[in-house]
C-alpha cells in the first residue's frame, strides 16, 4: 500500500510538477481560502503573481507571510498563520503561486 502511494505520488510528480504543487496547496488547506483563478477569502493566486511579477525578494517575504499569516495588502480580512506548513513548503508553495499566469 505503502509503495503504491509512492510510485503515485512519483508518477505524479515526473508527469505534472505544477499539478503536484496543487495537490501540496490543497492538502495544506491553502485551497479553503484561495483559488488559482478566482477571489475567494483570499486573492486569487494568479493576482497574486501578476502582483509580485518581477520582485526579486517577493518569494521570501511571501514565504514568511504564509506561515506566520498577515493582513493588509489585499484588503482588510487577514490570513491567518499556517503552522501545518515547513519553510520549504512554504517556500514552494509560493513558487508555485508566482508561477501561475
Ligand atoms: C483562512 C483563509 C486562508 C488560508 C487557509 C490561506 N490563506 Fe492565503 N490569504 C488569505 C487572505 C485573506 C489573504 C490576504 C491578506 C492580505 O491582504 O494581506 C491571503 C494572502 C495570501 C498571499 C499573498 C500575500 C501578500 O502579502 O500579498 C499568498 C501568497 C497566500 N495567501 C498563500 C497562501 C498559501 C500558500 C496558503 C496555504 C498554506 C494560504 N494562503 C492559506 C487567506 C487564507
Avoid at 507571510?65 to 503552522?83: E, F, L, Q, R, T
Avoid at 520549504?88 to 508553495?93: D, G, H, I, R
Amino acid at each position: 500500500m505503502k509503495q503504491t502511494l509512492i510510485a503515485f505520488a512519483l508518477s505524479v510528480a515526473a508527469v505534472a510538477p505544477a499539478m503536484a504543487d496543487q495537490a501540496l496547496a490543497q492538502s495544506k488547506n491553502c485551497m479553503a481560502c484561495h483559488a488559482v483563478d478566482k477571489k475567494v477569502v483570499g486573492p486569487a493566486f494568479k493576482d497574486v503573481a501578476a502582483k509580485y511579477a518581477g520582485q526579486k525578494d517577493a518569494a521570501d517575504k511571501l514565504a514568511a507571510k504564509v506561515i506566520k499569516g498577515g493582513s493588509g495588502v489585499w484588503g482588510p480580512v487577514p490570513m491567518p498563520a499556517n503552522p501545518q506548513v515547513n519553510e520549504a513548503e512554504a517556500k514552494k508553495l509560493v513558487a508555485w503561486v508566482l508561477s501561475q499566469k
